[in-house]
């Protein structure tokens, strides 16, 4: 038999991975890449510099360990729902495998390229992988969707009996000769307009095991107590992993559980754990709801009265609120492509909160600047810190971003290391550098405020409660 193995972005890895192991059992493997213009074209590629770096660099691992094996990574330019069935019919495939997309735009394609497909008669085969259950297998007593978190992930965790992870195959047979008359080379960021970035986390399967071992070696027994520390290394650093598939969420999944049993981190590797669940369930919500990237999960929240205010938005995307670590975040999703996720959750309230912006904005800016940018994440993220999401943080709950630096920056690192006019601030003042002296403050030449925090905070709760017809309780 003759398989494509269609790879898509998710899925840059040659262990654990479904469709190849399959295909590489039934007989020739054909591994193809297309280079949608949806994607590749140079002015959709500067949209999403960071992914795009790390996707590129993905890539050029996915080749290298493919050749290894023996085998070879066929890339192909065109748009995938024409280049696919032309490409089947011309090489003689007998079936094409790929992972399952759960985004909407990701599942029209697949149903017109499996529609195509059909018509040559060649078979279409969606795998799992992006999650550790099925889409849509999880369901509440009603067999619904659950639209609680908690009771979500306890069903998740009665369903869970994952399969150990597949070993990468130990060889692939060579592509047939007739195969590679339309291969190109992978593009070079240079190619598509982009400069690399020397700041972003290496691409790669090998460079993602690599902080997978680390992580679980060095940080895990820690985890439960710095995850939320800004000032402090204490998270895994894998969302970039599980984005791009340089990493299975399974084998994350059974190398955390397996490591904090053996090193007495149970309670760390349990909050871990808790987190990959939490992805899960933005997956499943955006499986079931793919309205929600362009609405409201709450429908009480349609109409919200955000506001036009192009002067706080300038501020926020360049970080010169005045608040340091709202300021700190802004800084370094354009510095390095990622924020840590109580900055992100500090830094989209003050949005959302203190200057009434629809969090649509700030989702997408997220969207273009994180290397780890992942449609159902960002979005039930942004949500949840808007209050209009599933589960979602209470609307009438605020954060002070004051509070949030003094509790979990308690001595300004994080502040000083992105926002450099801060460095010299004493810590009585880092995080509220507009109460320091006179003569200091002008020494730093630091912004000043653009919004009081009590004043924002009372802006907001009397437009909600306006809205929503809802007292503060």
């Known amino acids: ?73 066929i890339l192909v330019e065109g748009r995938s729902v ?9 090489w003689k495939a007998d079936q094409v495998l790929a992972h399952r997309w759960v985004e909407p735009f990701g599942r029209e394609r697949d149903r017109r390229v499996g529609e195509a497909l059909a018509r040559e008669g060649v078979a279409f085969r969606l795998f799992e992988g992006e999650t550790l259950l099925p889409l849509g297998s ?35 047979p060579p592509v047939p000769a ?5 291969a ?48 402090r290394p204490g998270t895994s650093r894998l969302s970039a992993d599980l984005k791009f598939g340089t990493l299975s969420v399974r084998a994350v999944w059974q190398a955390v559980a397996a490591a904090g049993a053996a090193a007495g981190a149970g309670e760390s590797a349990r909050r871990y754990l808790n987190e990959l669940l939490w992805r899960e369930f933005s997956h499943h919500l955006l499986w079931e709801w793919p309205e929600v990237l362009e609405r409201p999960f709450r429908p009480e929240f349609a109409g919200f ?39 992100r959750m500090v830094a989209a309230s003050f949005l959302a909160k203190h200057l009434l912006i629809d969090y649509r904005q700030g989702e997408a800016h997220y969207l273009r600047w994180l290397t780890d940018g992942d449609w159902a994440a960002n979005n039930l993220g942004w949500q949840w810190s808007a209050g209009c999401g599933c589960d979602a943080q209470p609307w009438f709950r605020i954060f002070n971003p004051v509070t949030q630096g003094r509790t979990f920056d308690p001595r300004g690192d994080y502040v000083r290391r992105w926002v450099p006019e801060l460095a010299d601030c004493p810590e009585a003042f880092i995080h509220e550098p ?3 002296p006179r003569d200091l403050r002008r020494r730093l030449d630091y912004p000043e405020l653009i919004v009081d925090h009590a004043a924002a905070r009372e802006r907001f709760l009397a437009v909600a409660k306006d809205h929503l017809g809802r007292p503060t309780p």
């Open 138 to 172: 999880v369901r509440n007593g009603q067999g619904g969707m659950f639209r609680i978190f908690t009771p979500f992930a306890r069903a998740c965790g009665a369903k869970l009996d994952l399969e150990p992870a597949l070993p990468a195959p130990r060889s692939l």
């Open 82 to 90: 024409a280049v696919l069935p032309r490409l089947a019919d011309k």
């Open 434 to 436: 507009w109460r320091a």
């Open 1 to 73: 038999m003759r398989s494509i193995v269609w790879f898509r972005g998710k899925d840059l890895r040659v262990a654990d991975h479904g469709p190849l192991s399959e295909a590489a059992a039934a007989g020739e493997v054909i591994p193809l890449f297309v280079l949608d213009p949806y994607f590749f074209a140079p002015d959709r590629a500067r949209e999403l510099p960071h992914r795009m770096q790390f996707l590129l660099a993905s890539l050029a691992s996915l080749a290298a360990n493919l050749a290894h094996l023996g085998s070879e990574l």
């Open 184 to 231: 190109v080379p992978i593009p070079s960021m240079q190619a598509l307009g982009l400069a690399p970035n020397p700041r972003l986390q290496e691409g790669g399967e090998r460079a993602a095991r690599q902080r997978l071992k680390a992580f679980v070696e060095e940080r895990l027994t820690d985890y439960g107590a710095a995850r939320d520390r800004m000032d």
């Open 305 to 343: 009265p955000w506001r036009e205010d192009e002067a706080g938005w300038a501020a926020w995307t360049q970080g010169c609120t005045g608040y340091p670590v709202v300021d700190a975040a802004a800084r370094q999703l354009r510095a390095e492509g990622f924020v840590h996720n109580r900055a």
């Open 178 to 182: 007739d195969i590679r008359a339309e």
